[in-house]
């Protein structure tokens, strides 16, 4: 069975009867919570001292030794009586403090790659950032609401370069696009297998997706012409007539509409299947399972031949049932991103 630490203020605080750590490509901050249920007498007649946790506590979880968690205490929620106590501490990753905080209107330098903006942005939070894989072209402009949090604003900024935003290990912020790696270890059916349930639904799908958007104008390209971009795409998966309309309110031609129609079509497709699994243990043969990886799959009852799905989303859990992970996979056109239209104006805001 695997080790974990919480570690505060160099203390290894160990024992957790169960835990619970989730990462997912869809948060920027990664969580924990882990509870404590113990006697105050020892078996020896000594007696267990209080373990003081307060909360806003710099953290690390360790696993084996591993950090996978940098980041706070959020919540300490203790209960007592004069024979045991119990103890849950729940907490995030570093990156919290941006999901979470947010400013009034400031003055932003236009010119900086996201990379470059998520660096100023983090730097009075003591976050690094940093990139997988380019960051693309630096941002023409920043329009950008007051009043939104940080995490909403780089959200918005990385969209436009196509970008996913979560943490890693060290608390740091991550600027990447899945998939991270494809890994070694199957998800087979009748051998690390233990439970899967899935999600399959045609509710968003059509068989036909119509984009249709609004063409630059001048002296040439006006009127009829403007209005009239669009494109199609077919999902032959749909056999009923069900079209739909996709509205561009920005500048667009007709390529391009056809290219968003397309890319509709796979991302609806993905994310209408998934698929959670059930494995024992916390690790695959190359190290913890995360979420961001390309994993194979071979499993009969899901599917004809072996396939290799995105893992969106990893629950490494510990309970009355046992260590073990949740691992929730999905077809990578789910997260097939496509760059968010930037502005065209220059907005120096925050």
């Known amino acids: 069975m695997s080790e974990l630490a919480l570690i505060v203020d160099n203390t290894r605080h160990l024992g957790w009867k169960e835990i619970q750590i989730r990462r997912s490509l869809d948060e920027m ?26 909360t806003g506590a710099p953290v690390v979880v360790e696993i084996d030794g591993e950090p996978v968690i940098t980041g706070h205490i959020d919540d300490v929620l203790p209960s007592y009586d004069a024979r045991s106590h119990s103890l849950v501490v729940s907490g995030r990753s570093k990156t919290a403090d941006l999901v979470d905080s947010s400013s009034t209107a400031q003055p932003w330098e236009t010119g900086q790659t996201v990379l470059q903006v998520a660096q100023r942005v983090a730097e009075p939070f003591d976050i690094e950032v940093i990139a997988e894989v380019d960051v693309g072209a630096p941002l ?3 329009e950008v609401e007051p009043g939104q949090t940080f995490g909403e604003a780089l959200g918005q900024i990385a969209s436009y370069r196509a970008l996913l935003l979560v943490a890693d290990e060290q608390g740091r912020l991550v600027l990447t696009r899945p998939p991270r790696a494809t890994l070694k270890t199957e998800l087979a059916l009748g051998e690390n297998i233990r439970v899967a ?19 630059a104008t001048d002296d040439s390209w006006n009127g009829a012409q403007a209005s009239g971009a669009s494109g199609r795409a077919k999902d032959d998966g749909i056999k009923r007539h069900r079209p739909t309309l996709v509205l561009c309110d920005t500048s667009t031609d007709s390529a391009s509409c056809r290219q968003r129609a397309e890319w ?6 993905g994310q209408s299947r998934g698929i959670t699994y059930t494995v024992a243990g916390w690790r695959h043969q190359d190290g913890l399972w995360r979420p961001g990886d390309l994993v194979p799959i071979r499993d009969p009852w899901m599917f004809d031949e072996p396939v290799e799905w995105l893992i969106t989303e990893v629950q490494l859990l510990l309970d009355e049932r046992g260590e073990r992970a949740e691992i929730r996979v999905a077809p990578l056109s789910s997260y097939d991103i496509e760059a968010a239209q930037e502005p065209e104006r220059e907005s120096d805001v925050w």
């Open 29 to 54: 901050a990664d969580s924990f919570e882990l509870v404590l249920s113990e006697k105050w007498a020892k078996s020896d007649g000594s007696t267990v001292a209080p373990r003081r946790l307060r």
């Open 197 to 215: 349930r899935g999600r399959f639904s045609d509710r968003d799908r059509f068989g036909e997706v119509i984009v249709q958007g609004q063409g």
């Open 264 to 269: 509709e079509v796979r991302r609806r497709w």
């Open 140 to 142: 023409r402009a920043l």
